[in-house]
């Protein structure tokens, strides 16, 4: 999804799929992914999505409903349509 789609107003945001191979490429499910700058919050998404724990630091917090939304919602919408994949 766009960036314009989601709502958010962060300026960097970060393809999710992109996001999603690194973790893969570095990780194994379980492992914990800190990302010290999470911004949109797409590395926490990713955890979520790849079975990792995800911890994250953000300063500004005028980003923080937009990364709890994006756990709540976009996370779980998108775990839903890899399970209907039947991969």
Same mark, same amino acid.
């Given at each position: 999804?766009?960036?314009?789609?989601?709502?958010?107003?962060? +300026?960097? =945001?970060?393809?999710?799929?992109?996001?999603?191979?690194?973790?893969?490429?570095?990780? %194994?499910?379980?492992?914990?992914? #800190?990302? +010290?700058? =999470?911004?949109?919050?797409?590395?926490?998404?990713?955890?979520?999505?790849?079975?990792? %724990?995800?911890?994250?630091?953000? #300063?500004?917090?005028?980003?923080?409903?937009?990364?709890?939304?994006?756990?709540?919602?976009?996370?779980?919408?998108?775990?839903?349509?890899?399970?209907?994949?039947?991969?």
């Amino acid at each position: 999804m766009t960036k314009k789609k989601l709502g958010l107003q962060h +300026p960097t =945001v970060y393809p999710l799929q992109m996001i999603m191979r690194i973790i893969k490429m570095s990780s %194994n499910p379980g492992d914990t992914i #800190l990302d +010290p700058f =999470v911004g949109s919050g797409t590395s926490l998404v990713a955890a979520k999505l790849l079975d990792r %724990n995800g911890i994250g630091f953000e #300063l500004d917090g005028k980003y923080a409903k937009e990364i709890e939304m994006r756990l709540n919602q976009e996370a779980a919408y998108i775990q839903t349509s890899f399970d209907d994949l039947d991969v």
